[in-house]
């Protein structure tokens, strides 16, 4: 929600949990978590957080209003980016990546309606709902992976040790679909989806636009190798 501090003066955006989640106390510690994570990190590329709490039946958390739009809109408007562009947009959420990772955190869920693309092209680093200490064996829910089918490292599908590397294989989708305007694994059910993460070799992005660079098409399928020691190892 957008909403008003009226302490502050300013405007602000709420996110406030479902009420039938925030009585689950594990997704309510999950949601809290997010909260001391996003407030503990200082990156011109992630979205600050002001304030988090609980007010009845509702928890709610406290985000600066962005101006901009997300970046899978972009997409549905724009069409693909051009390489420079689309390469400058990723190496910013990379820098957020990196914030994130050197403090022991993961994302676990980098994907287009993530980012928030701003005036001259900044981009912001939304929702790490689903991030959590690396090594830690973090949270699910019940029979489910945490994650976007499109989007998730085979060793995420997999239920598998998830560290920066896991990041990495989300941001190389990205790079992907903002050259091309697709993904590069589509199925007709999630698991479908996930499963060939894990099973298919992916396209390169020259198979779609050939315009893309024989080297930005090189870091791309660097980013999406199936074993995390293949990729690249740091943001």
Known sequence: YRATDRMLHRDVA??????????????????LREARAMASLESEHIVPVY?????????FLVMKLLAGTPLDRVLEQCGPLPGPRAAAVVEQ????????????????????????????????LLDLGV???????????????LGTPEYMSPEQVLGRTIDARSDLYGAGILLFELLTCRVPFEGDTPMEIAMRHV????????????????????VVLRALEKEPGRRFAVA
């Open 131 to 145: 991030s959590r200490a690396l090594g830690g064996r973090g949270l699910t829910t019940e029979g489910s992976v």
């Open 199 to 218: 099973s298919d070799p992916p396209p390169s992005p020259r198979r779609f636009v050939s315009g893309v660079s024989p080297a930005l098409a090189a």
């Open 14 to 31: 709420v996110k406030i949990l479902h009420r039938s989640l925030a009585v689950q106390e594990l997704i309510l510690r999950r949601f």
């Open 51 to 59: 304030d988090v709490g609980r007010d009845g039946e509702n928890a």
């Open 93 to 124: 959420v990379l820098r957020a990546l990196d914030e994130m990772h050197r403090r022991g955190l993961v994302h676990r869920d980098v994907k287009a309606s993530n980012v928030i693309l701003g005036p001259d092209d900044r981009a912001i």
